[in-house]
């Protein structure tokens, strides 16, 4: 796999290089991205793909089967290896490799089976530099902000599907990320807990702000959820729509405003 190498201050476009904008926290900016494919073939996902991901807002990305969603998601947060993430850009600097301060949570939730709910959710607290106070003040606010207060002492074959993505979430916020990845988190979930799962996880961004990007393969729940609203198309991945989702009326799944973009979104998907 290649991707492109770091660009230096004068190859950014001009209002970035010349600071006359406000800086996204995360950004990919010309990225490049390319693997072997079958029979001697190059797979090239992303190829001078730019996208600015702002701070304090939840981001949806969307997009047809293969056309770059989780390969662009992986870069953002530094897990594509083998060369420097050049073109991405955290906080102004190009993202060399993971840092705490990005954390991904994957389709599986992949919670440790012989730990319980605490253990598992303050798992990343002891690579922290805080007091024993300090982790155990963050461990029981971030457990009560999910609504796991009472299954603390559970383990995870004990929980439902919802409770243990719930603990997922837990454990990837109790570290104090600057900004959280999801890669369709919820897709093993039926309607009405997949609707319980994206109403928490606002209700998470309202209490603690954390700048996330998520990657969805569905429309109700990126249009609702999100802030914005992303969509990929072709490959390589280009962007052919990006829509402020922000507005009261999108988040009425009945409403005329959400049903016209969400009608618009499945014509472009498909």
């Not at 004068?10 to 693997?35: K, N, Q």
């Not at 992303?46 to 991901?53: E, K, N, P, Y």
């Not at 050049?86 to 939730?109: C, D, H, S």
Request: proline fraction near 6%; hydrophobic fraction near 40%; include cysteine.
């Amino acid at each position: 796999m290649t991707i492109s190498p770091p660009m230096d201050v004068d190859s950014l476009p001009p209002d970035i290089a010349a600071g006359s904008c406000v800086r996204p926290i995360l950004e990919a900016s010309r990225l490049s991205i390319s693997y072997p494919g079958q029979r001697g073939t190059v797979v090239a996902p992303l190829q001078d793909f730019s996208l600015a991901i702002q701070t304090g807002k939840i981001t949806c990305i969307l997009g047809a089967s293969g056309s770059g969603k989780t390969t662009l998601l992986r870069a953002l947060g530094g897990f594509i290896t083998g060369a420097p993430t050049g073109g991405v850009l955290f906080k102004g600097r190009y993202l060399q490799a993971p840092t705490p301060e990005i954390v991904m949570i994957f389709q599986e939730n992949n919670l440790f089976p012989w730990l319980n709910v605490r253990d598992n959710v303050g798992f990343g607290l002891r690579y922290r530099p805080w007091t024993g106070e300090q982790k155990e003040s963050r461990l029981s606010s971030i457990i009560e902000t999910v609504g796991l207060a009472d299954a603390i002492d559970r383990y995870p074959h004990q929980l439902s599907g919802g409770m243990r993505q719930r603990a997922a979430i837990a454990r990837a916020l109790v570290t104090e990320p600057r900004v959280l990845l999801l890669d369709e988190p919820f897709s093993a979930l039926d309607v009405t807990l997949r609707r319980r799962m994206s109403e928490m996880t606002n209700m998470i961004w309202s209490a603690l702000g954390t700048t996330m990007v998520m990657v969805t393969h569905n429309v109700e729940e990126a249009i609702t959820m999100g802030h914005r609203v992303v969509i990929l198309g072709y490959q390589p991945a280009r962007i052919i729509l990006d829509e402020d989702t922000s507005d009261p009326e999108f988040k009425d799944r009945y409403g005329t405003t959400f049903l016209a973009l969400q009608r618009r979104i499945e014509n472009l998907i498909e």
